[in-house]
């Protein structure tokens, strides 16, 4: 039986460059690339939104109560509370901040910010 050390190789999306790690490949952009779109993305959020409600999402995210449900352009959101969960999307929430439609919820800004990160 012959084993086959094959690596596959991925391009960044951003520069070209191949990539080998596997976080990498599965984030698309190399460590730096990731780094430079991440910073691009936040200085988009922060000049749409305001400052504690991107915080807020922030913080939201570092605590996993976001998760992408459709190919990242849906995700389910738990409440400040934890006792519910909401569809947020970079368009629109289902919470009732979101269904008003006035400012953006953090829970929308949450989604914005990971739709942007992929």
Do not use: W
């Not at 449900?69 to 901040?97: E, H, M, N, W």
């Not at 829970?107 to 990160?117: E, G, K, P, T, V």
């Amino acid at each position: 039986m012959k084993h086959t050390n094959r690596q596959t190789t991925t391009h960044c999306l951003r520069c070209g460059r191949p990539l080998r790690a596997a976080r990498s490949i599965a984030n698309g952009y190399g460590r730096t690339c990731k780094a430079k779109v991440a910073a691009a993305a936040k200085a988009e959020i922060v000049a749409q939104y305001k400052a504690h409600l991107v915080a807020k999402a922030e913080e939201l995210i570092e605590q996993g109560g976001i998760v992408a449900i459709r190919a990242r352009r849906v995700f389910r959101t738990v409440s400040s509370d934890g006792t519910r969960t909401y569809l947020s999307a970079p368009q629109g929430c289902t919470c009732k901040a979101g269904l008003k439609g006035r400012h953006a919820c953090f829970h929308r800004i949450a989604a914005h910010i990971l739709s942007l990160a992929a």
